[in-house]
């Protein structure tokens, strides 16, 4: 199956298990923002979050994240303070307060 089909996908008919690159299409999300929502807790990979290990989803738990709009509306916002976050440090690095 390709990847590209993974978005309107009947979960019946994936893999029970997504590697990262997978499991981003049916969020059309960034895989950028799959680590940051893992590192921070919001998004649960199989096995636990590890630093530069490859990470695995089960497929029943992102078609659930999917419908779910107090978790998308989390997410964001989790993403949006990081990116402020973020822009913050690079700001401050650019100033030489840092």
């Given amino acids: 199956m390709k990847a590209d089909s993974l978005i309107s996908c009947d979960p019946a008919n ?3 298990v997504l590697a990262e ?3 981003i299409k049916p969020l059309g999300m960034k895989i950028s ?5 893992a590192k921070k807790g919001h998004l649960h990979c199989l096995g636990g979050y590890q630093e530069r290990c490859p990470r695995y989803y089960a497929t ?3 078609s659930s994240l999917k419908g779910n709009l107090d978790w998308l509306d989390k997410a ?3 993403l ?3 990116n402020k976050n ?6 401050d690095k650019k100033e030489g307060t840092l």
């Fill in 86 to 91: 973020k822009n913050s440090s690079d700001n």
């Fill in 21 to 23: 690159s997978d499991a």
């Fill in 76 to 78: 964001f916002s989790i």
């Fill in 33 to 37: 923002w799959f680590e940051v929502l």
């Fill in 60 to 62: 029943i738990y992102i």
């Fill in 14 to 16: 994936l893999p029970a």
């Fill in 80 to 82: 949006r303070e990081e």
